[in-house]
């Protein structure tokens, strides 16, 4: 017997120091929740001194909003026997500051198996729970970003495996998502547009470097174009890992530049024809009209000439004068419609 009070004793110390000095809190409860010891590191937590935490019920401390969810669970706990369980809560120092703790506890009992109490051991998980926050609220932002783009944005490992794809490209695929994450292209695409991403990848891999692309892609209403961006993703290390790929329908600008250029080309050849007309008009004016009408000149200013008495004369002249006055005009003409590449000049 005083060597089992001896061993208890030496048990009870060892326990003691090392509840004492433990960097997690450690609290002992009974079967009704009122607390029967504390370690010095639980108090830190709260804020409080061992007397003020062992004067009331544990789950003074606890955060109102979690206070009913966790005590039922206890409760369900030590009606079903349940050894271990765990939980995340938040609690409520002292100071009235709020913060996160994740508790793990297991239940005590006597030498007949029944149940007499429960020994929790709790770490205080406040920056662990602002770094998960700050990493969710960037991740819903990632993923607001990707699910909302109009282009098709897409991870594959080296085997060209699909690690990652944002809604766009699975409504394109119309797909989702867990139906195509681990799979191949050859899996969705015709044989001739999986060999050519085949090919633009493999450079990506070969070169290390991100590539522009021009691509097909097969929608429900037929082929469209796209520019696609692929580039390498590196680890710490700087070693390729993945790569991504973000992939732009350009469908409607490719066809607005065709049309641009057709439209294009029918105006030089409208302009060139325009010319080609200028060309014969000034052709037809200068060799045509023209050269009658100064040949007509010629011939009635020679007959007036040697005739200069008759009775005609005035007449002849009044002819020579609009004759010449239809040579000037029309040259001036021909000077009007000459081609305006010589403006441009």
Not at 75 to 86: L, P, R, W
Not at 209 to 216: G, H, I, K, R
Not at 234 to 258: C, V, W
Not at 306 to 327: C, F
Request: net charge negative.
């Amino acid at each position: 017997r005083k060597n089992a009070e001896n061993a208890l004793r030496e048990s009870e110390e060892r326990f003691r120091l090392l509840a004492m000095h433990a960097p997690v809190g450690i609290a002992l409860c009974d079967v009704e929740g009122r607390t029967s010891f504390v370690n010095p590191k639980a108090c830190e937590m709260v804020g409080a001194s061992p007397e003020e935490v062992m004067a009331f019920d544990w789950q003074e401390f606890i955060h109102p909003d979690d206070r009913e969810t966790l005590f039922t669970a206890w409760q369900t706990n030590i009606a079903q026997g349940k050894i271990h369980s765990s939980a995340d809560f938040r609690f409520v120092r002292k100071d009235s500051t709020i913060r996160w703790a994740s508790t793990t506890a297991s239940l005590i009992h006597d030498a007949d198996g029944n149940p007499v109490g429960q020994i929790g051991i709790t770490k205080d998980i406040t920056e662990n729970k602002a770094a998960e926050d700050k990493l969710r609220a960037r991740e819903a932002q990632l993923s607001g970003i990707l699910d909302n783009t109009t282009a098709l944005v897409y991870l594959k490992n080296a085997e060209g495996r699909y690690l990652l794809t944002n809604r766009r490209f699975q409504t394109v695929l119309q797909q989702g998502r867990n139906d195509i994450i681990g799979k191949k292209d050859e899996e969705f695409f015709p044989e001739t547009l999986a060999r050519m991403y085949l090919e633009s990848d493999a450079q990506v891999w070969r070169e290390q470097c991100p590539f522009d692309f021009e691509e097909a892609v097969r929608h429900a209403d037929g082929l469209h174009t796209y520019r696609s961006v692929k580039f390498p993703v590196r680890d710490e290390t700087g070693k390729m890992i993945a790569l991504g790929g973000i992939s732009t329908d350009i469908s409607d600008l490719k066809e607005s530049h065709e049309a641009l250029q057709i439209e294009q080309d029918l105006l030089r050849n409208l302009i060139d024809v325009q010319e080609k007309e200028r060309q014969f008009l000034c052709h037809e004016f200068h060799d045509g009209l023209i050269q009658y009408a100064v040949g007509s000149l010629m011939s009635l200013s020679s007959y007036h000439d040697k005739h200069p008495t008759s009775e005609a004369a005035a007449t002849i002249e009044m002819v020579i004068g609009n004759l010449q006055k239809g040579v000037e005009d029309g040259r001036r003409v021909i000077r009007g419609i000459r081609p305006a590449v010589l403006d441009d000049s």
